[in-house]
């Protein structure tokens, strides 16, 4: 169900964040911030080698030292735990905390130090001698794939962990048929979210009470159970606290090997233990590097650059395990074609590992690779046309009228007007005007071009693409939950069952539960008690929150209503139909002045027992467990499902000048359009397209983890690791657009991933059309200004 | 060794015996418990860990506890006026939200109370220059910036006495 | 990344520090530590000694000693930005101040310590070098100077010996009439280490021409290089486009730039051509508009 639109009393209302406040007092519980007393410390010691036999560790000096506790390796804790849940079939590629008897990447976790501080830890670390035999490896994605390539896992026989071509419609008819075809390859560099708090983990196991607490810095499904099916714990012995801030995650802080490793030591040693990754540990062995990915991509058009079918080929370098980073070749499937009406895909996902560090989940989940790959060929198509790249766009787009859209992997578009979030953008710069200034630019002698991209936002997260690639899981069940109390006194509070980065979820379920009560919604405590005593959640995954939260705690509240709509008719002594609920009061339709106010209808149902319909439970207790919208089914043979619900829309232009001299683009101009459909908080909204920007920004031009040819990372700490400051980010104009959801209950749909799944493909557009008069393009990101600039030198024909 | 070193933390004068290589960071965390600044690189580029010396941003992990006696240090937690109130500029950051996560949130401020106690009118260059040394991953910078600007509106707005900056270095005379 | 174990000292007087320093086999010295602390963080740097020399009021200075500006050593890089004399007799150095760093590094970072660490891209020893500054350092008793041109030797190599400590940097204060400076570097991002780096200090008479000249280039080279070719070939002459460029151009044909992750040997060398013309082509620009004062 959904409510209508534009008069609600405080969804869309530019509420302070309420979470805020005790961030700017520096009051926030960050898992460094949680103290037990008894507490050890942990420093890893790591391969130096990208492959190496273990053949044998010398902990005894490390040992000796004052304050150290202990030196665990990996076949100690491999032999007393099950291996990390993957989410491939590949049993034959196990994953662990620690290297077991082989180690598969430099900076790989091979040995913990335990020890009473954390320089003391360090200080042992030093001390543990590894005796290593290097073994082959390899680097490139595209080496890993080819047989005869060193294989990460032996016995997994190669290094495809993922290799299913999908032909979604009437392929090859499409491109036979087809006037125009062309193919380019474009690819997408390893970069990551990298948030400013490394992953941290504080694990204690109570040998009476038979419970390990866990306090993580976490965004990750699943957590709980993972964690107790590793350690092979009841489910119940695991007690996650949610009420642990977390400092940035953006996907990556999935930390479930961080949390096995402290678990188990904790459970060894009998004290608290603190992992706390430092920046090195985390850049190279935190296993939270983003897609590296290799597109083909072939597309067959007509002379006005419609585009009828695309093949396009992906191939991740996962790097040396994989937990659920080949996942992100799937999840794009919910948005193969992009914005746009292309009528038949051939897509072929491949995942290969590689002596690189592990990747995880980075924000959007794979789709900003794809959206960059399918935005280019939109512009290929339209040199290779010598038609304008806005027109070509207009005639490939999804028409408004055309929604609800479905798509040829099986996914249906939900809603959007992506034709009128253009025309706002194009009014907002001027576009004539920004055509003008670029020529304006040229004529001083400098590159200029103008950015566009048109992207898509798949939201609310559903974890089909999870059947798609791995038959043997069949789980269609993706949920979130809420549960509202209402107490004696009159007290609202909601439960949420998660742990937050920022997101403002507490504000986001205030303000619904408020809107359906009609109270206001800072009068409404939001809670988050431990997993034990919580109800489901996938956590905020797949920009889902908005969506799933959102809808959980409606319904929750929607219950409470009517649950006092209920007391407060039986109480009247009218029937159900005559009650009219306002605010917390309900009162007769017929006869206004009798009525029950809030405070009155609380007291019957927790003291009035007298008063209460025949059979009501006393107390106002309720909860929701709501499924993701449009989901719960199987794919069909031919791998086609509906994977995410809710589509949002963005819409990027930009300007950017490039000194042809040296080469370093510099962002002139930002005007991005978004349609996320009803926005709950406009603050919260702004917030996450402003801070995908930025992200975008870095993946686009300065950050990149660069391995050399011997299998290091070069790009370490943040001396080498780009990340944007304020200089870089240009200010950025925001126009809005609602097209609503008719799947949720606002008509809300999700925001997390915005600006960063378009900005990549927007930034290298606006390049491209700087350089493309000198014959030249860029195929890859990061583009690097010293790379960039020695492509335009060449080009000009200078040294 | 340990060494004996007194500092002067937002007002009130500590004793702390410390190794030489604890970092001030780390010993305004563990040993006075003041967890708002925060570790985010250890090596001096992300900022997380500013604190105020003698009224000027400084990186805390790029500081030994024993070289930072004697100096008049702030923490986000010199800031509030009081239990439950918020400073101008603390409450500028809430009005824009300017933060998400709130990890960068309180280098941030302090940076932006020292930029205003020296410039009470920042041109928006300024205030992006005054936090280039703070690396934030979720907001992008937008609300942030718009944060200083408006709690320098607000600032200008209210009477000050003469020669005065008694919010922005709490703990001086 | 915690440090390894180390004392710490904090002398009080500049001979207790190169006492120190010179009965300690395993000592360094600290000031402001905004690169040395880093490094011991990450275990590359593992001094079992810390002699911290940042209090020693003696080292902290700025004054005119005739025809020279002196800075002591441990002089705050934030204090540059703001001095009067810094201002008026050495506007290229003053110039350069907001590209170092961001203002928190500034606010404890030395002159000395950014000296002494001699990181190619440095913008203090660029100017150092452009300028013909000359360096002081105390080693046991005896004291010494050098041109910092013979200073630099190599990426975070100086011809400081192990025992001693840089005590003073003095650079030459110009007394023409109509001074013009410039300074251009290129970086992935403001305030990152320079891939190319380029200062421009220029005298011209009261017909524009130019008298004096010193032309210098950074980050390009494992040191900095002054480009004593081109400021001769400026002389006598208005700094025409054409000419500054060839000048510049034929200085640079034959150095060594370096290459790494961030930038190619070739880009180097192309972005120096083009900042350094720009950085040439600003100072005469300045100098031109200046009144004599």
């Not at chain 3, 025409?240 to 060398?269: C, F, K, N, W």
């Amino acid at each position: 169900m959904s409510a209508p639109a534009s008069h609600f009393r405080f969804v869309s209302s530019d509420r302070r964040v309420r979470e805020d406040r005790r961030f700017v007092v520096g009051k926030g519980r960050f898992a460094a911030d949680i103290v037990m007393p008894g507490t050890r410390h942990v420093s890893l010691l790591t391969s130096p080698y990208p492959a190496a036999r273990i053949v044998g560790i010398d902990k005894s000096a490390a040992l000796a030292l004052p304050g150290v506790h202990y030196v665990l390796d990996g076949r100690e804790l491999a032999a007393a735990t099950a291996p990390l849940v993957a989410g491939l079939d590949t049993p034959n590629v196990p994953r662990r905390p620690l290297a077991v008897d082989v180690a598969r990447y430099a900076g790989e976790w091979v040995a913990a130090v335990v020890a009473d501080t954390r320089a003391l830890a360090e200080d042992a670390a030093e001390l543990v001698t590894v005796d290593y035999e290097p073994l082959p490896f390899v680097l490139d994605g595209e080496e890993a794939y080819a047989p005869g390539s060193p294989r990460v896992h032996e016995a997994h026989g190669s290094n495809v962990l993922l290799d299913r071509t999908f032909v979604w419609g009437e392929v090859e008819k499409d491109f036979a048929e087809s006037r125009h075809r062309l193919a380019f390859k474009v690819r997408w560099g390893r970069s990551s979210t990298v948030p400013i708090e490394t992953f941290g983990v504080l694990a204690s196991w109570d040998p009476w009470r038979e419970i390990l607490d866990v306090f993580a810095s976490i965004q990750m499904p699943r957590f709980p159970d993972q964690v107790a099916l590793a350690l092979k714990l009841p489910g119940s012995a695991v007690r996650v606290h949610n009420d642990v801030d977390v400092g940035g995650s953006y996907g990556v802080k999935r930390g479930i090997k961080h949390a096995v490793l402290a678990s188990f030591l904790s459970r060894r040693l009998g004290f608290p233990i603190r992992l706390m990754e430092d920046r090195l540990e985390n850049m190279r062995g935190g296993d939270a590097h983003g897609p590296e990915r290799n597109f083909d991509v072939e597309v067959a058009f007509d002379d006005a650059g419609v585009i009828r079918a695309m093949k396009m080929r992906a191939l991740d370098n996962v790097g040396a395990y994989a937990g659920r980073s080949p996942f992100q070749l799937g999840k794009p499937i919910s948005a193969i074609v992009g914005p746009y009406r292309i009528q038949s895909v051939q897509y072929q996902a491949i995942a290969v590992t590689s002596n690189k560090t592990t990747q995880e989940a980075v924000r959007a989940f794979g789709q900003s690779p794809t959206n960059f790959a399918i935005e280019r060929a939109i512009e290929e198509v339209a040199w290779h046309r010598g038609l304008d790249r806005l027109e070509v766009r207009r005639r490939n787009l999804i028409k408004a009228e055309q929604f609800p859209y479905l798509i040829p992997s099986g996914t249906t578009y939900d809603s959007g007007d992506y034709d009128a979030v253009i025309d706002k953008v194009l009014a907002q710069a001027d576009y004539t005007g920004l055509k003008a200034e670029r020529d304006r630019l040229r004529g001083e002698g400098l590159l200029a071009g103008i950015g566009i991209a048109a992207c898509l936002e798949p939201s609310g997260a559903n974890s089909t693409f999870e059947l798609l690639l791995n038959p043997k899981n069949e789980t269609t069940t993706y949920t979130e939950s809420c549960r509202i109390t209402v107490d004696v006194s009159g007290a609202v509070t909601a439960n949420i069952h998660t742990v937050s980065a920022g997101q403002g979820h507490e504000t986001l379920v205030g303000t619904v539960v408020g809107e359906v009560l009609g109270i206001d919604p800072d009068r409404i405590r939001v809670v988050r008690p431990d997993t034990l005593s919580s109800l489901p959640s996938q956590s905020p995954v797949g920009s889902r929150m908005a969506i799933m939260l959102g809808g959980a705690a409606f319904h929750a509240a929607q219950k409470l209503k009517a649950r006092l709509v209920a007391i407060g008719a039986h109480d009247l002594g009218i029937p159900e139909e005559r009650a009219s609920y306002e605010n917390g009061n309900v009162s007769d339709r017929a006869a206004p002045q009798n009525k029950r106010s809030f405070m009155e209808l609380v007291t019957i149902a927790h003291r009035y027992f007298h008063r209460l319909p025949p059979g009501t439970e006393p107390n106002l207790a309720f909860s929701h467990v709501i499924q993701v919208p449009m989901g719960g089914k199987l794919p069909t043979p031919d791998g086609r499902v509906q994977i995410y619900p809710c589509f949002s829309f963005e819409f990027h232009l930009l300007l950017i000048s490039i000194d042809p001299d040296l080469g370093k683009p510099e962002i002139r101009r930002y005007v991005i359009g978004h349609d996320c459909g009803t926005v709950i908080n406009p603050k919260i909204v702004r917030g996450m397209t402003m801070g995908g920007i930025a992200h975008g920004i870095g993946a686009a031009l300065f950050e990149e983890f660069a391995y050399n040819p011997e299998g290091q990372l070069v790009a370490q700490s943040f001396m080498d690791y780009l990340l944007p400051s304020a200089h870089e980010v240009p200010e950025v104009e925001i126009v809005h657009h609602v097209t609503p959801s008719p799947h949720t209950v606002f008509g809300q749909k999700g925001s997390g991933e915005s600006g960063y799944l378009g900005a990549p493909a927007a930034i290298t557009s606006a390049i491209n059309d700087a350089i493309r008069p000198l014959g030249i393009a860029v195929n890859s990101v990061p583009i690097k200004l010293a790379q960039l600039g020695d492509m335009i030198a060449a080009a000009r024909g200078k040294p | 060794m340990p060494m004996r070193v007194e500092l002067n933390v937002n007002g009130a004068s500590h004793a702390v015996e410390v190794e030489p290589r604890m970092s001030l960071l780390d010993c305004l965390r563990e040993r006075l418990f003041l967890n708002g600044a925060h570790a985010g690189c250890e090596h001096g580029v992300c900022g997380a860990c500013t604190v105020l010396i003698d009224g000027a941003p400084m990186r805390s992990c790029l500081m030994f506890a024993v070289q930072a006696d004697g100096y008049a240090i702030t923490t986000i937690e010199g800031l509030s006026p009081g239990p439950g109130e918020l400073s101008p500029v603390q409450d500028a950051f809430c009005e824009t939200h300017g933060m998400q996560c709130g990890y960068c949130t309180p280098a941030m401020i302090l940076a932006a109370h020292a930029l205003l106690a020296g410039n009470p009118a920042p041109t928006r260059a300024e205030i992006v220059e005054a936090i280039s040394g703070n690396i934030c991953r979720c907001t992008g910078y937008a609300q942030i910036v718009e944060a200083i600007a408006l709690a320098a509106e607000r600032m200008r707005g209210v009477n000050r006495p003469e020669g005065a900056d008694a919010s922005a270095q709490a703990g001086q005379a | 990344m915690k440090p390894a174990a180390f004392e710490y000292a904090r002398p009080a007087s500049l001979e207790e520090a190169c006492a120190l320093l010179a009965q300690s086999d395993d000592a360094r010295i600290i000031a402001g530590g905004q690169t040395l602390v880093p490094l011991m963080a990450m275990r590359l740097a593992r001094p079992r000694l810390l002699i911290d020399i940042a209090r020693i009021g003696a080292l902290a200075f700025i004054r005119r000693e005739g025809d020279m500006v002196a800075i002591g050593a441990t002089t705050r890089q934030c204090l540059l930005e703001r001095d009067p004399i810094i201002r008026s007799d050495l506007p290229l150095l003053a110039k350069v101040m907001p590209f170092i760093g961001h203002a928190p590094t500034r606010a404890r970072g030395t002159v000395g310590g950014s000296l002494a660490n001699a990181d190619p891209a440095a913008e203090i020893a660029l100017v150092a070098v452009t300028l013909g500054a000359s360096l002081s350092y105390r080693d046991g008793d005896a004291t010494a100077e050098i041109a910092a041109g013979d200073f630099f030797i190599g990426p975070m190599m100086t011809a400081l010996p192990a025992t001693a400590c840089l005590t003073a940097a003095r650079f030459p204060i110009w007394r023409e009439a109509r001074i013009g400076t410039g300074f251009h570097e290129v970086n992935a991002r403001q305030s990152d280490f320079a891939f190319a780096a380029a200062a421009a200090q220029l005298a011209l008479d009261a017909d524009g021409i130019c008298r004096r000249a010193a032309i210098g280039v950074g980050a390009v080279t494992m040191v900095p290089l002054r480009l004593a070719a081109v400021a001769d070939a400026l002389l006598g002459t208005r700094c025409e486009a054409a000419q500054v460029r060839d000048a510049v151009t034929s200085a640079l044909a034959g150095i060594e730039p370096m290459a790494d992750l961030h930038a190619s040997a070739a880009y180097r060398r192309r972005a120096a051509v083009s900042l350094a013309v720009r950085a040439i082509t600003d100072a005469y620009e300045a100098a031109r508009d200046a009144n004599a004062c």
